[in-house]
Nanobody, 121 residues
Framework: QVQLVESGGGLVQPGGSLRLSCAAS????????MAWYRQGPGKEREWVAA???????NYADSVKGRFTISRDDAKNTVSLQMNSLKPEDTAVYYC???????????????WGQGTQVTVSS
């Protein structure tokens, strides 16, 4: 069974920085795309950033220039460096990974349980 576990959330003041990490574990053969999503209070879950297996990155307009997504394929991890944080970045952040594992013969999307990020003075 594949599991994704996020870490690094917390409380930060406006203008501050946080780094989120997500580690995938289990019987993993390979990981294709990886991404971060977030869900703010009273809002629907929205896509934040994505990175392909080749390292190509894409960002939502709301975070472009402030957030940086990266991955370490040797460790099966994806990270999100968040700078110049704003109160509107407050949300539960989720990672997602397309994983080929021993359980299925095709790539399957897995989600982490989420980590809370609160931006407030």
């Amino acid at each position: 069974q594949v599991q994704l576990v996020e870490s690094g959330g917390g409380l930060v003041q406006p203008g501050g920085s946080l780094r989120l990490s997500c580690a995938a574990s289990g019987s993993i053969f390979s990981i294709n795309g990886m991404a971060w999503y977030r869900q703010g209070p009273g809002k629907e879950r929205e896509w934040v950033a994505a990175i392909t297996s080749g390292g190509t990155t894409n960002y939502a307009d709301s975070v472009k220039g402030r957030f940086t997504i990266s991955r370490d394929d040797a460790k099966n991890t994806v990270s999100l460096q968040m700078n110049s944080l704003k109160p509107e970045d407050t949300a539960v952040y989720y990672c997602k990974a397309e994983v080929l594992s021993s359980r299925y013969s095709h790539y399957v999307n897995y989600w982490g349980q989420g980590t809370q990020v609160t931006v407030s003075s």
